[in-house]
């Protein structure tokens, strides 16, 4: 491998689906220089997706795929793939994409497929994760990185992180609480990526950061 081909900047491109505040805490992350990736491209399913809006004002490519225009969920993820394929990522960037994947889909993208979900996985997978933790009483709540598996909302952990539960939340400030500590680990989990300093081998994690000081479960202390 030559050394220009050593040093390149990886790619990504980022799925979503609706509001895109996740997409927008990596395109920050990406201008300010803290995270060092180019954007290859932004693709929703959903053509009124809120995000698409923001990301081609940041100049970032853009493209939706409908799903709505395919007979199954098979035709979808092929389309989706191709139009993924295209732009050629290194790594794609599940960002609020609302989508059950296809096993297809997710072993073409096998290694290079990250998502972010709003609650400590395994626990609440699925939807409505801030209302069913508020149900369960749990004191301890959060947001997982982790890399896709066939299994929806599984997969190899990459970071979490935790917030507490508090007597009187609703589930509106529950999920601000989270999704503020989302903006924070996606971003990190993808700048290890891009570093080289994560990947995925033999259905493991394999993280090369300091431990200590980076940590895998960021637990704010000031809320
Ligand atoms: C985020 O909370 C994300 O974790 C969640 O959708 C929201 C999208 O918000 N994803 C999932 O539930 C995936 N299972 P955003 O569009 O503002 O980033």
């Known amino acids: 491998m030559s050394l220009e081909k ?27 220089g803290k995270l060092p990736v180019r954007i290859a491209g932004v693709i929703s399913n959903r053509p009124d997706a809120q995000g698409l809006v923001m990301a081609a004002a940041h100049g970032v490519p ?7 225009q395919f007979a199954d969920r098979e035709a979808f993820d092929t389309a989706m793939a191709a139009a993924i394929d295209q732009l050629a990522p290194d790594l794609v960037v599940l960002a ?3 989508r059950i994947l ?5 072993q073409h993208f096998a290694g290079r497929l990250m998502n972010i979900h709003p609650s400590l996985l395994p626990s609440f997978p699925g939807l409505h994760t801030h209302r069913r933790a508020l149900e369960a ?3 301890i709540h959060g947001c997982t990185v982790h890399f896709v598996t066939p299994t929806l909302d599984h997969g190899p952990v990459i970071v979490q992180a935790a917030v507490p539960v508090l007597d009187g939340d609703d589930e509106a400030g529950l999920a601000a609480r989270v999704l503020a500590q989302e903006h924070q680990v996606y971003p990190m989990a ?3 990526f891009a570093e080289g300093r994560l990947r995925l081998a033999d259905g ?6 300091a431990q200590d000081a980076a940590g895998l479960l960021i637990a704010p202390v000031a809320l």
Not at 62 to 68: G, L, N
Request: net charge positive; with cysteine.
């Open 102 to 106: 296809t096993d297809g889909f997710v």
């Open 204 to 209: 493991r994690v394999v993280l090369d950061v």
């Open 96 to 98: 609020g994409f609302m």
């Open 190 to 192: 993808v700048r290890w």
């Open 137 to 139: 009483g749990v004191r």
């Open 62 to 68: 853009t493209c939706v795929v409908d799903h709505q």
């Open 6 to 32: 050593k040093s390149a900047e990886k790619s990504i491109v980022i799925l979503i689906s609706g509001r895109g505040s996740n997409m927008a805490s990596l395109l920050s992350a990406v201008a300010s």
